[in-house]
């Protein structure tokens, strides 16, 4: 009993957590905006991973999402998975979902395999860049930090730098009213050892004013898909069906354009 309500409260706290706004009210509507182009994504079969969280876009945490070679995804660094079952049969259950998430190692090397050049990151970035301009808001893509991981470009009082580093390279201002950072992370998990694999994906923004630099805010904008749809119950039925997960998690990514778009561009729904 103590053991359950226990379990309660701490799903009850987690989900009570507060993501970060944007605050709308402190930029007018953009005359022009410019995009940060992000690395190449680096995709993933993930197995008790919780990516929808404050501290995961624009930090470490996030890195290992991102293609890029100074990353935590290198090859020998696997993403360790929480050991949470008790008695033998939980630790039986343990081992083989740690040997499940060894296996899916190879997720990302078989989704380029089967789709070269496959790059979701830069396909968010040129959605957007298609978004704003429906908009009546033309956008550039700066591309100065295309081969590092994400994090936050310029200076952002009021949030903890201990948590969200600036970037080591100090950046110059750029010529549009906003400048947008994305933090696009798109990859399969499955909640628990014995759960499905679904798709998850998450958009982490930041925003600045592009020529003084001054910070706007941040915001994790999530896609949520309809359940059972393009789950899968093992790693071997997933690893199989590369050719229906990509764009599973293509069109969970894209989706989240459209929104982003609204907000940053302040536009009026109609």
């Not at 050049?117 to 978004?131: F, I, K, Q, S």
């Not at 969970?252 to 729904?269: E, F, H, N, R, Y």
């Amino acid at each position: 009993m103590y053991k359950l309500l226990s379990i309660f409260f701490t799903m009850l706290l987690t989900g009570c957590v507060t993501q970060p706004k944007l605050d709308t009210s402190k930029f007018e509507r953009p005359r022009s905006i410019a995009i940060v182009q992000p690395p190449p994504s680096h995709y993933a079969a993930l197995i008790s991973q919780e990516v929808f969280k404050p501290g995961m876009h624009f930090t470490s945490k996030g890195d290992y999402f991102f293609d890029v070679k100074s990353s935590s995804n290198q090859v020998g660094a696997v993403m360790a998975v929480p050991m949470s079952n008790a008695g033998l049969v939980g630790l039986l259950i343990d081992s083989h979902a740690a040997k499940t998430q060894n296996r899916a190692q190879e997720f990302h090397a078989n989704v380029l395999k089967q789709n070269p050049g496959v790059n979701l990151a830069g396909e968010l970035t040129e959605a957007l860049r298609a978004n704003f301009a429906t908009r009546g808001i033309p956008a550039s893509i700066v591309t100065d930090s295309s081969d590092a991981v994400p994090r936050l470009r310029w200076a952002a009082p009021g949030i903890n730098p201990l948590e969200y580093p600036v970037a080591a390279v100090d950046r110059p201002a750029v010529d549009a009213d906003l400048l947008l950072q994305i933090s696009p992370i798109a990859l399969y998990n499955s909640p628990g050892p014995l759960n499905n694999y679904r798709v998850e994906v998450t958009v982490g923004v930041a925003l600045y004013n592009g020529r003084t630099k001054q910070y706007l805010g941040m915001e994790t904008f999530r896609f949520n898909p309809k359940a059972w749809d393009n789950e899968f119950t093992t790693y071997s039925g997933l690893a199989d069906s590369i050719s229906t997960a990509v764009p599973a998690m293509r069109a969970g990514m894209l989706s989240l354009a459209p929104t982003i778009s609204d907000i940053v561009s302040k536009q009026v729904s109609k």
